[in-house]
């Protein structure tokens, strides 16, 4: 085949989606987390480097370099000394990850690895290289898959969520604009925290769509399987750390951890304990699992004293983990245990099932006798004072559920409250993805207050689904994972998340969500599609239906819910309604001792004063950045512009003397190149609307 020809064979749709949507995302992130150069790029090349080369070099290689560094590199920039923040969503390691992949795809076809001859044995690496990696091709339109819908949903909740914070100011010529959304958080800074969500989840949704679309084949077997031996050397790492950390000091590779080293609590090199409390038993159990498959196909005595040694030993680092460790850990090694002892001892059926559903009610009962019995011992273990918290709760939940959930844990208990309070606020739509730390953050609501002074997300993901996205957006979000089990027949290994997934937002940090995505969307078996889906699938309807639902349900969803914050207005009048007052477009409040607002950008707009004292004078923007052009531009009331002015240069900043037209109502700043300049608190009035 011609070069020509092979330039017309390329996936081109693909290349363009994944650009586009790696490249908002890189945006994204950049934007609501400006870390210094400095700091930021040294880890991320590491990490981008760790999932670039090994992807461009061999596709299975690639998979486990990936899996292993999402549990070992999320805190790397701490660990090197970098106060590095947002490291959780390891951007870097992701879009090297993606990068690989496509890059690898593109040459591949550019090299004619589709075709039947190889290269000459004179070019052995370039041969030996192309072998390793056979070109993959999907057969679907990638608007066809399973994963564009949800990509496409993630995407209206990041529009919907950058007007609700960021105002329509880029529609209407305004750029994006900065604003206080709280006196002392910036609507950057509130919109970060949505992306907390929402870089994490988009990357893990990516890297994996992404390898889906390059495989040779439609088996999932090759793919499930390579990067769960990369989770599990990840997994290794992490228990010798913790096992450093419990006997030797906490404090080994600990930075960056928060309040868990505080707590006593071991992470390992996870994002912290909070994290390490589920994904230790999660990994433990898919690994204990492994092993005791491997014993019973193969009778292999080394295979059954590893899954003792295994249980054991993660029991002893349990001693150093949080709540959420212990119920998740017992109650699963429970249930493992009646199936595997009634699979070995009773071969009928029918007194298989009746005897596990008599031993499932006797779990509850014997978990009360052995929390009875932990109760009186005199440890400083977190599944002691879990213990004692359960005995103090019980005599009181009949008759005070609610006093009851305080006892056990009285932060989850105010979270609770909170998230409550929120859901009634707005059932069916929500209050938007990742508004739960803003509105612990929201000086003005009325409701319950936290004791604790960490801002956390609601108690657990479900109250966060209906929280954030409402009923309907709920339905929505379930939609779509319940098209991927019935694709993929993996109906059954959602049952692992059903536990870790009542003890928090698992997917806020890319760690737990690369750990659910994958058991949700691969398993671990891997089994890939369902002859059902597969039936369905073929047929001619069926695909076009699919995209219908998966464009229009998100859709309609945005339509509804922008509905809110149409009368949000532009520029200073942007929140105007809600906070009393107008915007100052400023990034940063006013601070001691000069008391002036910071602002960051190329365009402003500010309401002006209505008194005529205050409607002539001089403004001078204090800054050390330069730019060819800044100018002044009055507005009437219907935005109109009535004059234009430029500022005049000083070795101190821009200055402008002179009085405000007749009929105008705003003024409007605009520099060439972005700017960062200060304006006193003294320069707007009581309602922030400038004067002079």
């Known amino acids: 085949m011609s070069f020509l020809g092979r330039l017309r064979s390329l996936p081109i749709s693909d290349l363009l989606f994944f650009f586009f949507c790696t490249f908002s995302l890189w945006s994204l992130h950049r934007y609501v987390e400006p870390v210094p150069v ?14 670039f080369f090994p992807q461009f070099y061999q596709r299975k290689w690639g998979r486990i370099f990936t899996a292993l560094g999402v549990f070992t590199f999320i805190r790397l920039p701490y660990l090197s000394g970098l106060p590095m923040l947002g490291s959780y969503q390891l951007v870097g390691l992701f879009l090297g990850a993606i990068l690989g ?32 990696n056979p070109t993959g091709k999907s057969t679907l339109p990638i608007w066809y898959s399973t994963y564009f819908g949800i990509v496409f949903f993630i995407l209206i909740l990041t529009v919907l969520c950058f007007f609700q914070y960021q105002g329509l100011g880029l529609v209407t010529g305004l750029g994006i604009q900065e604003y206080l959304y709280f006196p002392s958080l910036s609507s950057r800074e509130a919109m970060g925290l949505s992306c907390k969500i929402l870089v994490p989840v988009s990357l893990v949704i990516l890297y994996l769509f992404s390898e889906e679309r390059s495989m040779p084949t439609p088996s999932k077997d090759s793919l499930s399987e390579q990067i769960r031996f990369g989770i599990f050397l990840g997994f290794g790492i992490n228990l010798l750390v913790m096992c450093i950390q419990t006997v030797w000091s906490l404090d080994f590779f600990s930075k960056g951890t928060l309040e868990s080293v505080s707590a006593g609590r071991t992470t390992g090199l996870l994002q912290d304990s909070g994290s390490a409390s589920w994904i230790l038993p999660i990994l433990s159990l898919l690994w204990i699992s492994k092993l005791v498959n491997t014993w019973r196909k193969s009778k292999e005595r080394f295979s059954l004293i590893l899954a003792i040694f295994t249980f054991f030993f993660v029991t002893w680092l349990g001693l150093k983990q949080g709540k959420a460790f212990w119920v998740i850990w017992t109650i699963s090694i429970a249930i493992g245990m009646i199936h595997l002892t009634t699979d070995l001892w009773i071969v009928s059926i029918t007194k298989k099932r009746i005897t596990r559903i008599g031993l499932y ?15 009186f011992l005199q440890k400083d273990w977190d599944l002691v004072e879990l213990s004692k918290r359960t ?10 559920p609610y006093l009851a959930l305080k006892r056990m844990d009285v932060v989850r208990a105010e979270l609770l409250t909170i998230c409550i309070e929120g859901i009634k ?3 069916w739509l929500g209050n938007g993805i990742g508004s739960f730390p803003l509105a612990m953050l929201d000086p003005f609501r009325i409701g319950t ?4 002074p960490l801002i956390d997300f609601p108690p657990n993901f479900y109250l966060w689904l209906v929280y954030d996205l409402g ?23 959602t049952l692992l998340l059903v536990l870790p997934l009542f003890f928090g937002v698992q997917i806020q940090n890319s760690d737990g969500a690369f750990l659910c995505f994958y058991l949700i969307l691969l398993g671990e078996k891997g089994t890939g599609y369902s002859l059902s889906f597969d039936k369905l699938r073929k047929t001619i309807w069926f695909s076009p239906l699919l995209l219908i639902l998966s464009v ?12 809110r914050y149409w009368d949000f207005g532009i520029g200073s009048e942007f929140r105007k309604t809600q906070l009393k007052e107008f915007q100052t477009a400023a990034t940063l409040p006013p601070r001691a001792p000069n008391f002036e607002y910071e602002f960051h950008g190329k365009v402003w707009e500010w309401k002006l004063s209505e008194f005529g004292s205050a409607r002539s004078g001089r403004i001078f923007l204090e800054t050390n950045n330069r730019s060819p052009v800044v100018e002044i531009l009055f507005l009437n009331s219907d935005r109109n512009i009535i004059k234009q002015e430029l500022f005049a240069e000083s070795k101190q900043g821009y200055g402008w003397t002179g009085e405000c037209p007749k009929g105008a109502s705003f003024i409007r700043l605009k520099s060439r190149s972005k700017l960062e300049f200060r304006l006193p608190r003294s320069q707007f009035d009581g309602n922030n609307r400038i004067q002079f």
């Open 38 to 51: 400095s700091s930021f790029y040294p880890s991320f090349l590491l990490q981008f480097a760790f999932g």
């Open 361 to 375: 009610f006797l779990i509850p009962i014997v978990g009360f006798f052995t929390l009875y019995g932990l109760s």
């Open 391 to 400: 005995m103090t709760a019980i005599p009181v939940w009949k008759s005070d």
């Open 449 to 452: 207050k936290t004791s604790s």
């Open 471 to 493: 009923i309907l957006g709920a339905i929505v979000f379930l939609f779509y994972i319940g098209l991927f089990l019935w694709e993929r027949g993996l109906w059954k290994q």
């Open 101 to 132: 992949i496509w890059t690898r795809e593109f040459i591949l076809v550019l090299l004619g690895r589709n075709e039947i001859a190889l290269p000459k044995q004179s070019d052995q690496i370039l041969t030996d290289w192309m072998i390793r």
């Open 425 to 427: 606020n707005n059932p």
């Open 552 to 563: 229009g349900l998100p859709l309609n969803y945005a339509l509804f819910y922008s509905q």
